[in-house]
């Protein structure tokens, strides 16, 4: 925390603002009849932007610098979500998505590099274990201050604006040594599967994990039930949870061998979806599984 504080604050209130805008969104199109699909899909535009934004984040940075480029796409990213407030309709929300997705895509590659570029190797497991747990915590904090608006209106996207302004404070005014301008590399997507094919692997799926559970789990507990309060609770479990083991892994990933505790995970994971799909879910048993 002491290494990296204006990195973390910014990641943290960057995670409120659109974990916060995440499950507004899925709510409220659930609020009047939109069908999963469209939910769904609305989601997929976010996971496409992210996608597509490593490119121009690469090209940013290198043209402009870090600090540049996340003080820009954040400010994309907050008038994308200020559209939201000036219509409704449901092709305008796929583009946005796909837009907030392509800036945040930038944030997340200018603060992760920063932070792999200047972490010690062998404190590099703490320190990105300290940016899960502000990347999770402002999921935490985003999901609690919607359960402040069960009539969903439009106050919950001035808090995510407000999240994503301060979230540029930070950065902007740090005095630590800026990174490295970027060197031009050529690198192709089969070359560096046959590098890390594992990491890789994790991480395709993980992402196909995250996006069907934060696209589509708030509609889920919806149509189960929920009201606003319990929906912020569901959600706020499982995001719990992964905050509370970002520190023991990060310690533990320093010491073992991280294609084992990707394999151990995988299987933890594994069980559990497998009990709360086969299980009859009460309320208790869906938060205490999720």
Known sequence: MKSFPSLYFANLFLIIGTGLLTTYLALYLGKNGISTFWIGLMTSCYYMGLLLGSKLGYHLIKSVGHIRTFAASTAAVLACVAAHGVSDNIYLWLALRLFVGLGMMCNYMVLESWLNEQAAPESRGRVFSFYMITSYLGMIL??????????????????????????????????????KP????????????????????????????????????????KLSG??????????????FAGLIAQWPMGILSDKIRRSVLIRTNAVAIGVVSLALFLLPITQTLAFALT
């Open 142 to 179: 985003g999901q609690f201050a919607l359960a402040e608006f069960p009539e969903l209106g439009y106050a919950p996207l001035f808090l995510v604006c407000m999240a994503l302004a301060i979230g540029i404070i930070p950065i902007s005014i740090t005095r630590r040594i800026h990174p």
């Open 182 to 221: 970027l060197k031009p590399i050529q690198v192709s997507l089969l070359d560096y599967f046959k590098k890390v094919p594992q990491s890789l692997t994790a991480v395709h799926f993980a992402g196909i994990i995250n996006g069907s559970f934060y696209g589509l789990a708030p509609t889920f507990a």
């Open 226 to 239: 929920f009201n606003s309060s319990e929906i912020a609770i569901f959600m706020s479990a499982t995001i």
